[in-house]
């Protein structure tokens, strides 16, 4: 494990850092390159997601960076796995998503004409 976070700790580290592949480095997680090329801001995002779900009371910062990694590896292999598209991590894929479900009509919202 690396032993940066003494310093400042986990999360000010990543926040310091400059690019996602700097992060993954860090945290010591393999990654795909073109996997990050065509979802590094939703990847991060994501992971944002996790960690704001996390309540990090009573941890020392090994177990944060243990943490933290497990989220970053979970985020990156929900695009693994998926699409952007498919995640909707970002509004506006989920206002489009929206407003797709309201132009819907199923079949049997139709009637037949009367005569």
């Given at each position: 494990?690396?032993?940066?976070?003494?310093?400042?700790?986990v999360?000010?580290?990543?926040?310091?850092?400059?690019?996602?592949?700097?992060?993954?480095?860090?945290?010591?997680?393999?990654?795909?390159?073109?996997?990050?090329?065509?979802?590094?801001?939703h990847i991060?995002k994501?992971?944002?997601?996790?960690?704001?779900?996390?309540?990090?009371?009573?941890?020392?910062?090994?177990?944060i960076?243990?943490?933290?990694?497990?989220?970053?590896?979970?985020?990156?292999?929900?695009?693994?796995?998926?699409?952007p598209?498919?995640e909707k991590?970002?509004?506006?894929?989920?206002d489009?998503?929206?407003?797709?479900?309201?132009?819907?009509?199923?079949?049997?919202?139709?009637?037949?004409a009367?005569?």
């Open positions: 494990m690396t032993k940066r976070y003494e310093e400042n700790g999360i000010a580290h990543i926040a310091s850092l400059s690019s996602a592949e700097d992060i993954f480095t860090y945290l010591l997680l393999p990654y795909e390159q073109g996997v990050l090329n065509v979802s590094r801001l991060m994501r992971m944002g997601q996790y960690l704001r779900g996390t309540d990090f009371s009573g941890y020392d910062e090994e177990e960076f243990l943490a933290t990694r497990q989220h970053l590896k979970r985020a990156y292999t929900d695009f693994v796995d998926s699409t598209l498919k991590v970002f509004k506006v894929f989920t489009k998503a929206a407003e797709h479900a309201a132009r819907f009509v199923s079949i049997d919202q139709i009637g037949l009367a005569k």
